[in-house]
């Protein structure tokens, strides 16, 4: 992968971490619960430390990035995308997140599948799973609300 290709992989994906910060931003200014306002406040602060780490890499040459596997409950596959509005309830707040988690994926894996140059396939798979990192923590506080504990 020459340098160019490099950096036109991490600007797009930098363009793509800004898209879901503002996502984030934007429901956690629509939403009238509060735990649900904190929570996509936080994840649009995660999007912006994500942005952050990608333009630190288009900084430098390319580099082996090591990202650890999550959990995926597949909650996105399960449950329906809601429409973004101010009464949004949590679970489907959390929903709509997730399957914006999940495209983001998605697109990541497909462009790596799609790419003959094997660095640039490792590099969309690492960002693929940046963002499954996200779903899953998503899918976790999901399945925690969704599916609480009956004592």
């Given at each position: 992968?020459?340098?160019?290709?490099?950096?036109?992989?991490?600007?797009?994906?930098?363009?793509?971490?800004?898209?879901?910060?503002?996502?984030?931003?934007?429901?956690?200014?629509?939403?009238?619960?509060?735990?649900?306002?904190?929570?996509?406040?936080?994840?649009?602060?995660?999007?912006?430390?994500?942005?952050?780490?990608?333009?630190?890499?288009?900084?430098?040459?390319p580099?082996?990035?090591?990202?650890?596997?999550t959990?995926?409950?597949h909650v996105?596959?399960?449950?329906?995308?809601p429409?973004?509005?101010?009464?949004?309830?949590?679970?489907?707040?959390?929903?709509?997140?997730?399957?914006?988690?999940?495209?983001?994926?998605?697109?990541?894996?497909?462009?790596?599948?799609?790419?003959?140059?094997?660095?640039?396939?490792?590099?969309?798979?690492?960002?693929?799973?940046?963002?499954?990192?996200?779903?899953?923590?998503?899918?976790?506080?999901?399945?925690?609300?969704?599916?609480?504990?009956?004592?």
């Amino acid at each position: 992968m020459n340098s160019e290709e490099y950096r036109s992989i991490l600007s797009k994906a930098i363009d793509r971490e800004v898209e879901s910060y503002t996502f984030y931003r934007t429901v956690s200014d629509k939403v009238k619960d509060a735990n649900l306002k904190k929570l996509f406040a936080e994840l649009a602060g995660d999007e912006t430390k994500h942005r952050e780490f990608l333009q630190g890499l288009l900084a430098k040459d390319p580099k082996v990035i090591k990202i650890t596997a999550t959990k995926d409950y597949h909650v996105a596959e399960k449950v329906g995308v809601p429409k973004l509005s101010p009464d949004l309830k949590p679970l489907d707040g959390l929903a709509l997140a997730i399957n914006k988690e999940l495209e983001a994926m998605q697109m990541y894996t497909q462009l790596a599948k799609v790419n003959a140059d094997a660095e640039q396939q490792k590099l969309f798979m690492e960002l693929a799973s940046m963002e499954r990192g996200h779903k899953a923590r998503l899918e976790d506080i999901y399945t925690n609300m969704a599916f609480p504990e009956a004592w």
